[in-house]
């Protein structure tokens, strides 16, 4: 079935759970209404020595500003279910120097600078009464050389208190590529097929096991195991590789399917009525031979009602993958190559700040009606990245959230 069709009958499916009524005269026919508008704003900059475009040397230079809105709307059904719809969208543009060196002469690349646009629609449903949640998603991302269509579906059962949760997350991407190749090696690849590309798409599922778990008054934890696999063309065509002894650059080459296998664990802890520390551990592993441990701390700390600052640090280490060795490093009996720095071992930090200010009744209050509408919260953030390979990048960003006071 055409995926677009799919998509489709899914839109139709969730605007039928939300529009049908009962035949009885005795349910009162409940509008949808707009619960919040959520507007976020963020720039991201990057810079680097390991551009893999250029085989693992050069420029990674990368900004990007993006836009999103996101609108939740919410109704309930004639059996007092709650109906939660999100209307998603997302735009992206950005600006790449390593990928200008795809084709150095003409600025030719898919990414030297481009525009990406990434709708999603989404659907929940609540019912308190028999104490469990269901919903589904869809989405689609585009870029100059990349399209992706996803489908989500989500049930979670809870227990009548709220303190016990188990979910199951289920989503599948199917990803289109147009295949470019680095300028000087472009005809002899498309030629000879030396890849053995036979399609250019990409199909990724995923399955998340949540369980969480209120332990006290103070304690709060969740349990998280995930499975993921991809399958199709996992290399990036306009990589260059470079091998021992050769000057003459060949094409990333990986294989083309993988599992990869996350498993975390979450917990909150109040520490006072004012102070919060929120952590996170996750360890990962995968078919490539990556392992990565991952552990973050948050501190949010309430400054009065309304106003809180959360200082937030996250570390992360990872293992070198079978196939990545660095400029001039391969050898050529190496039936997989690349020298992308991404799956090279490394540790990083990331570490900042957020600001996060949201009065009881909002910070303006607009009547519509017998309801009335606003500003609610304001939230900054800052956040600072520092990669052993030298990779440092910088992302600042702003969300307002708007809704009903």
């Known amino acids: 079935m055409n995926r677009y069709m799919l998509a489709l009958i899914v839109l139709a499916g969730l605007w039928q759970l939300a529009s049908a009524q009962s035949d009885t005269s005795a349910y009162q026919k409940k509008k949808l209404q707009v619960e919040e508008v959520n507007l976020l704003f963020s720039f991201y900059q990057q810079d680097g020595d390991n551009s893999a475009v250029t085989g693992g040397i050069g420029s990674e230079q990368l900004t990007d500003a993006a836009s999103v809105i996101k609108v939740k709307l919410s109704k309930e059904d004639r059996q007092n279910r709650a109906h939660e719809f999100n209307v998603d969208l997302g735009i992206d543009y950005y600006t790449s120097a390593s990928s200008d060196k795809i084709d150095p002469a003409t600025i030719s690349s898919a990414s030297s600078a481009d525009t990406r646009v990434y709708p999603t629609l989404s659907w929940l449903m609540t019912d308190e009464q028999k104490r469990y949640r269901i919903g589904a998603s869809t989405s689609f991302s585009h870029e100059y050389d990349y399209n992706s269509f996803g489908l989500g579906f989500n049930i979670a059962k809870f227990s009548a208190d709220h303190n016990r949760e188990l979910g199951l997350n289920l989503q599948a991407y199917f990803d289109q590529w147009q295949v470019i190749y680095p300028i000087e090696?472009?005809?002899?690849?498309?030629?000879?097929?030396?890849?053995?590309?036979?399609?250019?798409?990409?199909?990724?599922?995923?399955?998340?096991?949540?369980?969480?778990?209120?332990?006290?008054?103070?304690?709060q934890v969740a349990l998280m195991a995930d499975g993921v696999y991809q399958q199709g063309l996992l290399s990036t065509p306009f990589n260059r590789v470079y091998f021992e002894g050769q000057e003459q650059a060949e094409v990333e080459k990986l294989p083309d399917s993988r599992w990869k296998l996350p498993l975390g664990i979450r917990a909150n802890y109040f520490l006072s009525d004012f102070l919060v520390a929120r952590a996170y551990y996750r360890y990962y592993v995968d078919q490539w031979g990556i392992k990565a441990h991952t552990a973050s701390l948050e501190l949010p700390v309430k400054i009065n009602s309304f106003f809180s600052v959360y200082p937030f640090y996250r570390y992360y280490t990872q293992t070198q993958a079978d196939y990545f060795a660095p400029y001039g490093a391969h050898q050529l009996t190496d039936t997989y190559y690349t020298s992308d720095y991404d799956i090279s071992a490394f540790n990083s930090h990331f570490y900042g700040a957020g600001l996060r200010y949201g009065p009881p009744n909002g910070i303006f209050d607009v009547k519509a009606g017998a309801a009335s509408y606003g500003l609610k919260m304001i939230e900054f953030r800052y956040g600072h990245y520092e990669r052993s390979t030298q990779l440092q990048s910088d992302i600042f960003s702003i969300q307002l959230k708007f809704g009903r006071n």
């Open 185 to 219: 090696v472009r005809r002899r690849y498309q030629t000879e097929n030396i890849l053995g590309l036979t399609g250019s798409g990409r199909n990724s599922f995923s399955a998340s096991l949540v369980y969480s778990q209120v332990i006290n008054r103070r304690l």
